[in-house]
C-alpha cells in the first residue's frame, strides 16, 4: 500500500470511528478535517441526548436542526446535556441547519481540545456550508459569545433551549425568527 493510500484509509477509519484526528493535546484539526468528522457525523452520527431529528431552530435560516455528536459526547450527556458540566476531550458535536423546506443550509460544530483555548472551555468553533467551504472555525467570538450563555453546560445548549428573542436577534441580526419558535416561547409565557 502506498503512502497515499495509507494516509487515506487512516484518515477514513478515524472518520468512521468519529475519532477526533487530534495530532497534540494543543493541536486542533484544521478546518477540513474538522469537516471529515462533521461529515462522518452526518453520515451516521448518533443523535446527541435529548435531541430528536427535525427540531425547529430559532430562526427561518434554522427552521428545522438535528443535534448530532460523537460517541465521546453521547457517552458523556446520556442522563442529557443538562447534566453535564465538563465534556471530556474529543468530544464533538454538530447542528445541521436547514430551511423551512428541509435543504441543509449550514452545518456548526464544537470540537474539545485541550488546551486549545482554556478561557473559552476549549471548543473549536466552526461553520461549514453544505459542500465542506467554510464560514467560521477556530476561536469564532460570535460563536464563543452566545454559548457562553450556556456555561453551567460548558458552553453547550440543550436541546429545545429557547433563548429569548432579543437574545437571538443579538446574535443574529436582522435574520427572521420562525414563527414556531415565536409561539414555543409564548407558550412558555416568554417572549
Not at 503512502?3 to 478515524?14: D, L, S
Not at 452526518?42 to 443535534?67: F, K, V
Request: positive net charge; hydrophobic residues 45%.
Amino acid at each position: 500500500m502506498s503512502i497515499f493510500n495509507k494516509k487515506r484509509w487512516v484518515g477514513a477509519a478515524c472518520a468512521a470511528l468519529s475519532v477526533p484526528l487530534i495530532a497534540a493535546a494543543d493541536k486542533a484539526p484544521g478546518p477540513v478535517a474538522l469537516f471529515q468528522e462533521v461529515r462522518a457525523l452526518e453520515n451516521g452520527g448518533a443523535l446527541l441526548p435529548g435531541s430528536h431529528l427535525w427540531m425547529h431552530g430559532s430562526r427561518m435560516a434554522d427552521y428545522y436542526t438535528i443535534d448530532r455528536a460523537n460517541a465521546i459526547a453521547v457517552k458523556a450527556a446520556a442522563h442529557g446535556v443538562r447534566h453535564v458540566t465538563r465534556f471530556p476531550a474529543g468530544s464533538l458535536y454538530i447542528k445541521e441547519n436547514f430551511d423551512i423546506h428541509k435543504v441543509l443550509k449550514t452545518v456548526t460544530a464544537m470540537l474539545k481540545v485541550p488546551g486549545y483555548d482554556s478561557a473559552d472551555r476549549d471548543w473549536v468553533m466552526a461553520a461549514y456550508k453544505p459542500d465542506g467551504q467554510v464560514i467560521a472555525y477556530g476561536r469564532v467570538q460570535s460563536c464563543i459569545s452566545c454559548h457562553a450563555l450556556a456555561a453551567k453546560t460548558d458552553f453547550t445548549f440543550p436541546s429545545a433551549t429557547n433563548l429569548p428573542i432579543a437574545t437571538v436577534q443579538k446574535f443574529f441580526p436582522g435574520q427572521a425568527i420562525s414563527p414556531v419558535y415565536r409561539a414555543d416561547l409564548a407558550r412558555q409565557g416568554h417572549s
